[in-house]
């Protein structure tokens, strides 16, 4: 490639060029294309054109109908649609791309949190804004995605939401097929749309194969043999129900379990597998988990295994740090 003219910059794959706007610099791109930001740049200095700033809704716009749809799954193209029209346009309409700041973002993040919105969905929208702002910036839009560090707020973390061992004895007697399909989620750990979409041919040699799954790879997760049985007499879709909402409403119905959620099942697997001494690793690749970091939250030791831990310990006796403590005490006192 020849010499760039004078004035023109390169960020990236764009080309740019610094016009004053306003008693502010501003930077415009000229696109990737070389040949077409000479072209482009020639025109401005002439007079002939006038690079236009892009609006923020154009950009959304953009972003939606090109870039997520390749990046997401239906559900998350949906998602991102709606948060974009629900809160980023509304607070950001008929704001240039270039005039946003990182100021701008923090307010908007502040904005967020007064609204009737769980944390979760606060970051949720965040990283949807500087998804966007990436984007702009790959594609020539701004200079710099003005999106500033540190910005997502720090998530509390929490146990996960699993099921007691009363509340398991509850479920797995509910009358079939609500009994039958819990029996199975505890027993595989799959996602509700994992669930919904396995089948009789899915089955093989007391595996169960997962074709479309989150990560898009195929995995097979054992089946226990207390439901193998009950598995070889199903044809077609294991589960008779589609949607997670009414199967859950009508469980909890039945069985008085106000808080059950189907992804109860999923986190409960994962629990019992670790409490059993289950290995991490295996259990990141029955759960179709990407990253074993994910995996390793169920790892979290509830209170009483903590306990029931010391307890075994301190029972055995010997070189304790409880014998060495207790000890310790003891010698204190009789020097006092």
């Known amino acids: 490639m020849p010499k760039r ?20 610099d501003r930077w415009v791109s000229l696109g990737s294309d070389y040949d077409e930001a ?30 997520v749809p390749t990046a997401r799954n239906a559900k998350g193209v949906k998602l991102a649609r709606q948060r974009a029209s629900m809160y980023f346009v509304p607070f950001f309409k008929f704001r240039s791309l270039e005039s946003v700041t990182a100021e701008d973002l923090r307010r908007y993040r502040l904005h967020l949190e007064r609204q009737p919105l769980s944390p979760q969905s606060v970051v949720h929208l965040l990283s949807d804004a500087r998804c ?47 009994g039958y399909v819990v029996r199975l989620g505890l027993g595989t750990g799959l996602r509700w749309g994992e669930l919904s979409r396995a089948t009789s041919a899915d089955v093989k040699e007391g595996m169960l194969t997962v074709h479309r799954t989150k990560t898009g790879k195929l995995r097979r997760v054992p089946i226990p043999r207390a439901l193998r049985e009950e598995l070889r007499l199903r044809i077609g879709k294991l589960i008779p129900f589609r949607h997670s909402d009414s199967f859950a409403k009508q469980v909890r119905k039945l069985s008085g379990v106000e808080h059950f959620h189907a992804h109860q099942m999923r986190h409960t697997f994962a629990c019992r597998w670790l409490e059993r001494g289950g290995n991490l690793s295996a259990l990141q690749r029955a759960l ?12 979290r030791l509830t209170d009483e295994h903590v306990r029931a831990e010391a307890e075994r310990i301190d029972g055995m006796g010997g070189n304790s740090v409880a014998d060495s403590v207790a000890g310790g005490a003891g010698d204190l006192r009789k020097s006092s």
């Not at 764009?14 to 306003?22: A, D, G, K, T, W």
């Not at 984007?135 to 998530?155: N, T, Y």
């Not at 146990?159 to 009358?175: C, F, G, I, Q, Y």
């Not at 179709?288 to 790892?299: F, I, L, Q, W």
């Open 5 to 24: 003219m004078k004035g023109m910059f390169k960020r990236g794959a764009s080309f740019y060029v610094r016009q004053r706007e306003n008693y502010r």
């Open 38 to 67: 000479c072209r482009l740049l020639r025109e401005i200095r002439r007079g002939k054109a006038l690079v236009k700033s892009k609006r923020v809704e154009d950009a959304v716009e953009g972003w939606l109908q090109g870039y």
């Open 288 to 299: 179709g988990h990407s990253s074993v970091v994910t995996t390793e939250r169920y790892a």
């Open 132 to 178: 966007l702002f990436n984007w702009c910036e790959a594609e020539g839009f701004v200079a710099r995605s003005p999106f500033p560090r540190k910005l997502l707020p720090r998530m509390q973390e929490r146990p996960p939401d699993r099921l007691t061992d009363e509340e398991v004895e509850k479920l797995v007697r509910l009358p079939d097929p609500y």
